[in-house]
């Protein structure tokens, strides 16, 4: 299973940016999907996760500046970023919580990564 992020980029402050995250491979559930982000010297933090049936879960620190969304039918999650600050510099990891059927056809949980995207606010 494999997570292609897209998106990210330099922004002034106060603007906005999307980012995406299309998961591709073998499963055959998705449960949680969600993005995170690691700014330097800073441990790797949640911004917003979403459940299979659209419920949303953010940080404090994106709440009503940023929203989640995700297309089932692609697979895909999307974050929608407003009202950008100068905090908001991070790579911007997506993850998501599925399910696949290994070689012996047993069911395997799993969580996964994408490859980080680096977005940068600055003026």
């Known amino acids: 299973v494999q997570l292609q992020a897209s998106g990210g980029g330099l922004v002034q402050p106060g603007g906005s940016l999307g980012l995406s995250c299309a998961a591709s491979?073998?499963?055959?559930?998705?449960?949680?999907m969600g993005w995170y982000r690691q700014a330097p010297g800073k441990q790797r933090e949640l911004v917003a996760t979403?459940?299979?049936?659209?419920?949303?879960n953010y940080a404090d620190s994106v709440k009503g500046r940023f929203t989640l969304s995700r297309d089932n039918g692609k697979s895909t999650v999307y974050l929608q970023m407003n009202k950008v600050k100068p905090e908001d510099t991070a790579v911007y990891y997506c993850?998501?919580?599925?399910?696949?059927?290994?070689?012996?056809?047993?069911?395997?949980?799993?969580?996964?990564w994408g490859q980080g995207t680096q977005v940068t606010v600055s003026s």
């Open positions: 979403i459940t299979s049936a659209g419920v949303t």
């Open positions: 491979g073998k499963f055959f559930r998705l449960n949680d």
């Open positions: 993850n998501a919580d599925g399910a696949y059927y290994n070689a012996y056809e047993e069911v395997v949980v799993e969580r996964w």
